[in-house]
């Protein structure tokens, strides 16, 4: 009798408290707070990005002067491959370039850093450029390879590289833009 007396005491509490929530919840659920539709109040935040440069940085007048380049893709590489073809053919309207007698070898980038030995290499942002020929690198030959190269804006500076046919290579140094104007 005991435990049936124990079962109908549960039953009671269980169904008191199953009244009290269904009394209580359309009370908290009715806060006072009436729900409305989103409205629009001004446009999202939105950052507008360039389009990607397809020029090369030629001279004239002695100067650094931006012209078009004809390249299928906006890539650092097809740019200073550009750079450098246009020093094999005449340039015309006073246009020239201080690259005469050099080849672009290949460039390398550190963005997206090798593993060496399971180890990441550090992740910076710098451009090598290599560069091939006999002669000096001048100052406006620098220019513009660097200034062609940092219309990539991932690239903080351009390191040059200068391979020779019978000596060893030497870095010309690490260059931004700014100072080569």
């Known amino acids: 009798m005991r435990g049936r007396a124990r079962r109908k005491c549960h039953g009671r509490r269980a169904r008191g408290a199953l009244v009290l929530l269904t009394g209580v919840m359309p009370v908290v659920a009715g806060c006072g ?26 001279l004239k007048d002695g100067r650094l002067t931006k012209e078009p380049a004809d390249v299928e893709s906006d890539t650092v590489e097809s740019l200073l491959t550009a750079l450098f073809a246009a020093s094999t053919q005449p340039l015309q309207d006073g246009r020239d370039t201080a690259l005469r007698g050099f ?5 390398k980038d550190s963005l997206n850093p090798i593993r060496r030995d399971e180890v990441q290499l550090p992740r910076t942002s710098t451009l090598t450029v290599i560069v091939k020929g006999e002669g000096t690198l001048s100052r406006p030959a620098k220019a513009q390879i660097v200034c062609t190269a940092q219309q990539e804006a991932a690239f903080e500076q351009v390191k040059i590289v200068h391979r020779y046919e ?10 931004i833009c700014g100072d080569l104007k």
């Open 33 to 58: 707070i009436a729900p409305t539709d989103a409205r629009e109040v001004a446009k999202p935040p939105t950052v507008q990005v360039p389009p990607p440069s397809k020029t090369i940085y030629l």
């Open 103 to 107: 080849t672009l070898e290949g460039i």
């Open 166 to 175: 019978n000596r060893p290579s030497t870095v010309e140094g690490r260059f």
